[in-house]
Structures are given as structure tokens and as C-alpha cells.
């Protein structure tokens, strides 16, 4: 059992009841839920299904997620460096699915890293409209935007910023907004046992404290009718629906709106915040009724006026700058890309629809990365690999998941030619974009980013 501290018992217990604290506290004996996120982008469930020889049981709260076995190892399959999927806690992929957003749509992740919330919020907007994937904290916004490229997304921001610099740049900016707040990580110990040791009543209320500063942050940076989502992986009430409680009085322009709850998805508890009736309609995932760690997910809407201001649009850049991109684009892609081209020092990027000038904001990745401007040439960046069909691209290097000559070019191996190839060729696995490469001289050179490079997979 995964040792808990003593006066985290006696408070779940005192909370719950003795009854359902047993069943809750026997959890801890059982193995948890190990899950993983079909990325739509790339592939459809059914085909993953079919291809990868997993263990795959559908989870019933997220219809692209499925329940996996610790033998099928995902994370060392290829089909993951091809983003074909994302490795996640069961009961996270609700949230994302609570807020709903659509094409078109701009949308915040304000508490974002390592991304597993932000890569199914951009799958769900089709890679259409902009989505601000923010994280604080640099070397977790990293992480966040290495996964963000592996997804192959194409419409997100990814910032590193605190959300008051933000709030002050997007005031009544966006159609929704995520806060998936840090918290105390009640409902991760199982998971995560050493987050156990770091728990006490004073972290929970320094949590609470930052979250009631985030949420104020989120309000002001919602539009009039946008939708805002907020969750937790805690059990803490000081922190779930208290916290949502406590917003409500502060703000009577919110409205808690019903979440759909199917598949032993709970209501929220109005007892535990002064029996405010209406926090029913909150939503929590316990371990003892799902098959899934600890969550709160709760859904609001601002029905005031919101203050904002004009946001100038992004300068793109000028053609004639294009010169040696485009050059490399007709060598080696099929079809000419389209929309607002930007410079960063030597890097260009492809921006998200409408993006907007991002002024002195820290941005660690603005929409698709295509590549860098070098002496003469364009090379090409591991995103625009990870972003487009196979199809799509001029000279192919065909792989397969039943050999091992994948796991050697994710080594960083210079691999075989086995027919004429000439220039940047996009190395696939079973069709999906796992890289680029470089024919030359009856090899194909190793172009995958060092950083990604492991030993000995298989």
C-alpha cells in the first residue's frame, strides 16, 4: 500500500465517512490505471487498434482514449515518437473534453506543461483556430513544447509566462480557458507515492491561495459568454469546490454550468462548501468508482461585460525573404504551404490563423516550427516532419514496426538506400512521419534531433 500520511487518513476519513473511506483508502493496495490518448490529428482509434498490438480497452469517459497493459510498453513503440498517441492518467482526458473547444476558436491552456491537456484541446480545434499553451516554469514549458511537435500541432502558441503578464496582455481575449491548476496532488499519490511526502494542511492551503490568484487571472482574460473550465488532481475541498464556491461569490456573473457525468463520473460534494446546492454540478472522478486517479473538473461561464483591448495582428513576412524556403519547399514537398510566414532571428514559422502580434511576450514556440535559414539554404526543423501526411512530401523512406531498422534511426544510425534518393527524404514508420533524413551518396544520413536520440529501444 502507498504509504499516506496520517492526518491525510483521518481528514478523507472525517470527510467521507468510514464506509466509503475503506472502499477509497483500498485503492492503494490495487495497481492503478495505466492509459493512453489516440491522437485524431494523425490517426483513427480503430486503426491504432488494429496496428499496434496493444492491449487496448476503451475508457469510457474519453472517446479516443483506451486503457493499455504494462507489457505493451507504449512509450518505447515507435508510433509514439510518431505522435500517433499520447501516454495519460486515465481520469485526466475528461477535462479537456469538458471544455469542448471547436475550430476556430482561441483558446488558453494557462497552467499547461507537460501537455497532455493542451495536445487534446489543439485535437479537438482540428489544429484550427489558436490555442495559447502557457507554462510559468521554463524547463516544464521545454517539455511542453517538445510535446506539443510530436503531436504535429500547428496551432498553438507556446508561452512561458506568469498569468498575470498575460492577463494584462489578453484582457477578455479568449473563448475558453483551461486552468488546470497546480494543486496539492491528492489524487496523483497513487501514481506518484513520493508526491505523498511532500503533503501537510499548510501545503494545501498555500495551493489554494495560488489557485483562488490564477483563477482571478483566468476571469479577467475571458470574454463575455466564454466558458472556463477548472480542475484539480486533489481531493482537497479547500481546493475544489470551496474554491469554485468562494468564485461564484466573487464573481455573480459566473454561471457553474452541468457537466455531462457518464461511466461512475460523480457529482461534486455542496456539502463540503457550505451546501451550496448548485457545486452538484461539478464533476469528480474517484479511484474507488472509476478506473482512473483522483479529479475535480468544474464548468463555468462569465455572463458580464469583459474589458478588453485591440490586439494588433502579426506581421508576416515579407516574400522575398522566402526565397530559399520556398526553394526547399518545391524540392521536397508536394504542395505549396499557405498563410502567415514569421521570422524569428533564423527560424521561420508557419503562424496559427489571426495569431496576433505576441509583442515582448516569452514564446517558446509559435505555431509550426519550419525550419532554419542557414548560408544559401534552408534546413528544415523536426516539426514539419511530425506536422504533415506522408503523402505530402516528395521522397519517403519507408519503415516498418516489425523490424528493427526504426529503433536505428531513432539511434541517430545513417540508414541503407535500397533505391535512388536525392535531398531531404521524410523517414516514415507504417506511413506516419517519424523524421527527416538526408539522401546522399547511396545513404540516407540520420537527421533526428539529437536531443530525442535513445539507446537500446526495441
Not at 473534453?97 to 484541446?121: H, M
Request: some cysteine; proline content about 6%; aromatic content about 10%.
Amino acid at each position: 500500500m502507498t504509504a499516506l500520511p496520517e492526518t491525510f487518513i483521518k481528514k478523507m476519513t472525517a470527510l467521507m465517512g468510514k464506509d466509503e473511506a475503506r472502499a477509497f483508502f483500498a485503492t492503494y493496495d490495487q495497481d492503478r490505471a495505466l492509459g493512453l490518448r489516440v491522437n485524431p490529428l494523425k490517426i483513427k482509434p480503430q486503426q491504432l487498434r488494429a496496428r499496434s498490438g496493444f492491449h487496448l480497452q476503451p475508457i469510457p469517459f474519453c472517446s479516443n482514449g483506451f486503457y493499455y497493459q504494462e507489457e505493451d510498453a507504449p512509450g518505447k513503440h515507435p508510433y509514439h515518437q510518431a505522435g500517433l498517441y499520447y501516454i495519460q492518467e486515465p481520469s485526466a482526458m475528461f477535462v479537456a473534453d469538458t471544455l469542448a473547444p471547436q475550430p476556430d476558436e482561441r483558446v488558453l491552456d494557462l497552467c499547461a506543461a507537460p501537455g497532455g491537456k493542451s495536445t487534446q484541446l489543439a485535437a479537438r480545434m482540428a489544429n484550427s483556430g489558436l490555442l495559447i499553451a502557457n507554462e510559468p516554469y521554463s524547463k516544464r514549458a521545454k517539455a511542453l513544447s517538445e510535446n506539443i511537435e510530436r503531436m504535429g500541432i500547428t496551432n498553438a502558441v507556446v508561452t512561458n509566462e506568469m498569468p498575470e503578464r498575460l492577463a494584462d496582455y489578453f484582457p477578455g481575449y479568449f473563448d475558453k480557458v483551461l486552468v488546470d491548476a497546480p494543486c496539492s496532488g491528492e489524487g496523483m499519490f497513487r501514481k506518484d507515492p513520493e508526491a505523498a511526502t511532500y503533503w501537510s494542511p499548510a501545503h494545501v492551503a498555500e495551493c489554494a491561495a495560488l489557485q483562488e490568484h490564477i483563477l482571478e487571472h483566468a476571469y479577467m482574460m475571458l470574454r463575455a459568454e466564454g466558458t472556463l473550465v477548472y480542475s484539480t488532481c486533489t481531493f482537497a475541498p479547500e481546493e475544489d469546490e470551496r474554491m469554485i464556491h468562494v468564485l461564484l461569490k466573487k464573481h455573480p456573473d459566473l454561471e457553474l454550468l452541468p457537466i455531462e457525468k457518464y461511466a461512475c463520473v460523480s457529482d461534486g460534494r455542496p456539502q463540503w462548501a457550505d451546501d451550496d446546492q448548485t457545486l452538484t454540478k461539478t464533476a469528480r472522478l474517484w479511484p474507488h468508482l472509476l478506473r482512473g486517479e483522483g479529479h475535480f473538473v468544474a464548468k463555468l461561464r462569465k455572463h458580464g461585460s469583459a474589458s478588453s483591448r485591440k490586439q494588433k495582428k502579426a506581421v508576416p513576412a515579407k516574400e522575398n525573404t522566402l526565397n530559399d524556403y520556398r526553394t526547399f519547399e518545391a524540392q521536397t514537398l508536394r504542395e505549396k504551404l499557405a498563410g502567415t510566414f514569421d521570422w524569428i532571428g533564423h527560424q521561420l514559422f508557419l503562424l496559427p490563423t489571426a495569431c496576433p502580434d505576441l509583442g515582448k511576450l516569452k514564446v517558446i514556440r509559435t505555431g509550426l516550427h519550419l525550419g532554419e535559414q542557414k548560408k544559401n539554404r534552408f534546413e528544415p526543423n523536426h516539426a514539419l516532419a511530425l506536422a504533415l501526411r506522408s503523402d505530402q512530401f516528395q521522397n519517403r523512406y519507408a519503415l516498418s514496426a516489425t523490424d528493427q531498422l526504426w529503433n536505428s534511426y531513432l539511434r541517430g544510425e545513417t540508414l541503407p538506400l535500397t533505391r535512388t534518393l536525392k535531398g531531404w527524404t521524410v523517414v516514415t514508420i507504417d506511413g506516419y512521419p517519424l523524421g527527416w533524413g538526408k539522401a546522399a551518396s547511396g545513404q540516407l544520413k540520420n537527421s533526428y534531433p539529437k536531443g530525442l536520440r535513445r539507446r537500446g529501444l526495441k
